[in-house]
């Protein structure tokens, strides 16, 4: 596992998690109602394109070989392994969210929070579906992810921020846990004063935060993989410990080591065979996660 998880001790005497090849759709309709804490969805972008991931090994290499240097001048060879991809365009793009946004709703519990994680094409679309299924008065935040990597156009700003629309089923009930949220650096602490300064604030509804390396340790070679320390986030803040948890879109499986890293159970969904593969790799050290071929468990 990517993540050196704690806590892998089943709860309740069933699995700490479960990961399921199957419809997410139809994986939620398997739960009963007001029973997940937290559902964190991060569907498709619909783009318009094809997502695409390259998946590339490197080996150290003698003096003279190899096609890049490392540090201290070191040669490494690399060699392509393989490619992950899928189809990131929709006639519909809201046909096929609102199913995956209705189940949500049903399967939260009156404490419960949906946090959902799209980009600029389709999150003010996105914002209006919702407001019917859950209430205008339901919508808590929408929080802005901004991080700084990749292309730089010429012609218009460039668009680096992801927005994550924060809903709870009960906006007077929602689990929010201030005091468990890591705490970050004031950029003017000299306004605040010492004490404030040294503590910390919490953080706003913009978080900077980088991408995952396209050649660090946490990358699995998915093409859409979100940042551990996001999911983390959102997993402190807005489920109890014990809850439950899910992801039905839940690509490399990010939301599940999250919810393992705090004490959280999880259920993860995806009818991508290249995503349980990953899955399976990311928990593949941890007993206390079962894999499941279909909707059954």
Known sequence: MSGRAHGDEALDGGPRGRVHLADGVEVARTLAGESVDLVYLDPPFNTGRRQTREQLRTRRAGDGEGDRTGFGGRRYATERIGIRSFDDAYDDYLAFLEPFLVESHRVLAPTGSLYLHLDYREVHYAKVLLDEIFGRDHFVNEVIWAYDYGARPKRRWPAKHDNILFYAKDAARNVFNADD??????????????????????????????????????????????????????????????????????????????????????????????????MQRRFAECEAVAFLQGVEG
Do not use: N
């Open 181 to 278: 949220i890591e705490r970050i650096p004031y950029m003017a602490p000299g306004l605040v004063g010492p004490e404030k300064a040294a503590r910390g604030k919490l953080p706003t509804d913009t978080w900077w935060h980088t991408i995952v390396s396209p050649t660090g340790r946490e990358k699995l070679g998915y093409p859409t993989q979100k940042p551990l320390g996001v999911l983390e986030r959102i997993v402190r803040a807005s489920s109890p410990p014990g809850g439950l948890v899910a992801d039905f879109v839940a690509g490399s499986g990010t939301t599940g080591e999250a919810a393992l890293r705090h004490g959280r159970r999880f259920v993860l969904a995806d009818c991508s065979f290249d995503a349980f593969e990953v």
